[in-house]
């Protein structure tokens, strides 16, 4: 347990990006309140703390308005895993990810693993199969995955920790309700995913580097029935593994000191603010 006026220190951060109403937030409250709701525009940026067995897992939802598009490079500073999300019926909201916030990873680790993530396929005219149903342990491919976190036992509680950025923000991007009786044509392919994928590491010079195939970083979800939401997580969260370990291995500080981050008081003279 942290020492009184200390706090945990997240062992790594996950961001997620993407433009406004793909689902950004729909699929963290999915994921973290295991229920859909209809939500707004998120202000800024927001976190949630994952206390993942013994690691600590910040995960930023960010605001996908252009206005705040400014905010981006700061959340994505020292990331060791971004989500690039688009909404699967929007072939703009793909071409955004590359047009607009992949330059936003430039201040990511080295290391930093992406996922390409289509939300919404519940509504798509080939996604019945992806409607009625809660949680799908599998991935896109339809193959079972046992990530190395249900290995070891690892929980998955998670715990909400309050706005951060220009505004606070716990508001969130809508998913977008619809009428699931009458699909709409998707837009955006899994081939369309992969190639993307590719695309990103060819910008971040990552090509040539051991790193994990499309297949296992490019997923469909549903943050309305929670198709693949699980999954994805649970993957990204396993990969990111070596990261933490790194990090303890260099003797990083594990608490944050509150009392250091607290304004001084009117009376206080000298310091800065």
């Given at each position: 347990?942290?020492?009184?006026?200390?706090?945990r220190k997240?062992?790594?951060?996950?961001?997620?990006?993407g433009?406004m109403?793909?689902g950004?937030t729909?699929?963290?409250?999915r994921y973290?309140e295991?229920?859909?709701?209809d939500?707004?525009?998120?202000?800024?940026?927001?976190?949630?703390?994952?206390?993942?067995?013994?690691?600590?897992?910040?995960?930023?939802?960010?605001?996908?308005?252009?206005q705040f598009?400014?905010?981006?490079?700061m959340?994505?500073?020292?990331?060791?895993?971004?989500?690039?999300?688009?909404?699967?019926?929007?072939w703009?909201?793909?071409?955004?990810?590359?047009?607009?916030?992949?330059?936003?990873?430039?201040?990511?680790?080295?290391?930093?693993?992406?996922?390409?993530?289509?939300?919404k396929?519940d509504?798509?005219?080939?996604?019945?199969?992806?409607?009625g149903?809660?949680?799908?342990?599998?991935?896109?491919?339809?193959?079972?995955?046992?990530?190395?976190?249900?290995?070891?036992?690892?929980?998955?509680?998670?715990?909400?920790?309050?706005?951060?950025?220009?505004?606070?923000?716990?508001?969130?991007?809508?998913?977008?309700?619809?009428?699931?009786?009458?699909?709409?044509?998707?837009?955006?392919?899994?081939?369309?995913?992969?190639?993307l994928?590719?695309?990103v590491?060819?910008?971040?010079g990552?090509?040539?580097?051991?790193?994990?195939?499309?297949?296992?970083?490019c997923?469909e979800?549903?943050?309305?029935?929670g198709?693949?939401?699980?999954?994805?997580?649970?993957?990204i969260?396993?990969?990111?593994?070596?990261?933490?370990?790194?990090?303890?291995?260099?003797?990083?500080p594990?608490?944050?000191?509150?009392e250091?981050?607290?304004?001084?008081?009117?009376?206080?003279?000298g310091g800065?603010?």
């Amino acid at each position: 347990m942290p020492e009184p006026g200390k706090m945990r220190k997240p062992d790594v951060k996950v961001v997620i990006l993407g433009d406004m109403n793909v689902g950004k937030t729909s699929l963290l409250h999915r994921y973290t309140e295991r229920k859909f709701k209809d939500t707004i525009s998120t202000v800024g940026g927001a976190f949630f703390l994952k206390q993942w067995g013994p690691y600590n897992i910040s995960i930023w939802d960010t605001a996908g308005r252009e206005q705040f598009h400014g905010l981006g490079s700061m959340y994505c500073r020292g990331a060791s895993a971004v989500i690039l999300t688009y909404d699967v019926t929007n072939w703009q909201t793909l071409a955004e990810l590359e047009d607009r916030f992949l330059s936003l990873t430039d201040t990511a680790n080295g290391d930093c693993i992406y996922a390409i993530v289509g939300n919404k396929a519940d509504l798509t005219d080939s996604g019945s199969h992806h409607r009625g149903s809660d949680h799908h342990p599998t991935n896109q491919d339809g193959a079972g995955h046992q990530t190395q976190a249900e290995q070891q036992g690892l929980g998955t509680e998670l715990q909400p920790t309050g706005g951060g950025g220009l505004g606070g923000g716990g508001g969130g991007e809508g998913e977008g309700t619809g009428d699931t009786s009458a699909p709409v044509q998707k837009q955006v392919s899994q081939e369309d995913a992969r190639a993307l994928y590719s695309r990103v590491l060819r910008y971040k010079g990552m090509e040539d580097r051991a790193c994990p195939p499309a297949e296992r970083l490019c997923f469909e979800t549903s943050a309305k029935t929670g198709y693949n939401v699980d999954t994805l997580f649970e993957t990204i969260f396993d990969m990111v593994l070596p990261s933490i370990l790194k990090k303890r291995s260099q003797g990083e500080p594990s608490t944050v000191d509150l009392e250091e981050c607290r304004v001084p008081s009117k009376s206080t003279k000298g310091g800065c603010c």
